[in-house]
């Protein structure tokens, strides 16, 4: 199955689903790729949309999601793949993605650092039952 998204960015599943993977490439402040040879791990946050800076994030749904670092990162630079675990795809809605790199000298980056990455989550045709 492939990928859903390139560089857009744009995260977008059915609700309940968890497959395909989302590709997401993780780019600085001026739109460059941010190569992640020295990148630990990469997890993903996911919180309501509020629209508004100040509760972004308040309400989150997952703090930990894990990704895959795409292993050739100098034909891919900071190209992640992340799959939603059980749960995280359950409440259908608009959310905020952030993304946490953990570096191999112990610090970490959230990217991007002044947005957020747009999530939806769509309706089950029928209702949002499982």
């Not at 953990?102 to 990217?111: A, E, R, S, Y």
Request: proline fraction near 9%.
């Amino acid at each position: 199955m492939p990928a859903q998204a390139a560089r857009a960015n744009l995260i977008a599943y059915g609700q309940f689903d968890r497959a395909p993977s989302s590709r997401l490439t993780l780019c600085d402040g001026a739109d460059v790729p941010i190569p992640l040879q020295s990148a630990t791990k990469v997890e993903l946050r996911i919180g309501y949309a509020r629209y508004s800076h100040y509760y972004s994030g308040r309400d989150p749904i997952t703090t930990d999601s894990p990704t895959t670092i795409d292993p050739d990162q100098v034909t891919n630079p900071g190209v992640v793949h992340w799959t939603p675990r059980v749960g995280e795809t359950d409440i259908p809605g608009n959310f905020h993605v952030s993304a946490k790199i953990f570096w191999n000298d112990g610090t970490d980056q959230t990217v991007p650092n002044m947005s957020y990455i747009p999530m939806t989550v769509l309706t089950q045709i029928g209702g949002s039952g499982s």
